[in-house]
């Protein structure tokens, strides 16, 4: 079945030290966003890649990297940088840079915890 | 630029109550229109779209209409059950070039039996 799959499900590190978390689809879609949501809260968009070699930062980019080099995976490192990591990471997919009629695809999220 | 307005939560109803979440949006044209709901620890789900003014969106017994004139498309559904308690978040894809979807803030749903 075809699908987003993020991993792993709960990961921690310690302060200072870098993470990446994995973003996989087999959905052939073009479109991939990381979002992050806190305890209570919405989601807040930190980077999104219409295309291969092609990315645009989102509202809270500062502290956070990515790369696209694959169609079907969408990296994102919390590197040292961001003050304030613990969180759950939500990675989403959509069939074209027009989410118009689509919508997107979400994988089922990494809780980070930083100590 | 675009926006959603959730109503803000929690919600809590007793088993088999009617219920609505009220969302409106402000966007240029003719946004689609989307709601999502996210159980404990999971990721969010697409439960219902809509794509054109008047559209009804339903699954699962829940239904949304999109009404152009009052800007809105509240959820709503008949009689719910306890395994419906999830935060339910409005979406809309704006129709102003490639721009990620703009959420509500989402509305935290409780059902007690």
Known sequence: ?115 | GDSVTQMEGPVTLSEEAFLTINCTYTATGYPSLFWYVQYPGEGLQLLLKATKADDKGSNKGFEATYRKETTSFHLEKGSVQVSDSAVYFCALSGISGNTPLVFGKGTRLSVIA
Not at chain 1, 19 to 32: F, G, I, Y
Not at chain 1, 97 to 108: L, V, W
């Open chain 1, 1 to 115: 079945d075809g699908g987003i799959t993020q991993s792993p499900k709960y990961l921690f590190r310690k302060e200072g030290q870098n993470v990446t978390l994995s973003c996989e689809q087999n959905l052939n879609h073009d479109a991939m966003y990381w979002y992050r949501q806190d305890p209570g809260q919405g989601l807040r968009l930190i980077y999104y890649s219409h295309i291969v070699n092609d990315f645009q930062k989102g509202d809270i980019a500062e502290g956070y990297s990515v790369s696209r080099e694959k169609k079907e995976s969408f990296p994102l490192t919390v590197t040292s940088a961001q003050k304030n990591p613990t969180a759950f990471y939500l990675c989403a997919s959509s069939p074209a840079a027009s989410t118009a009629g689509y919508g997107y695809t979400f994988g089922s999220g990494t809780r980070l915890t930083v100590v």
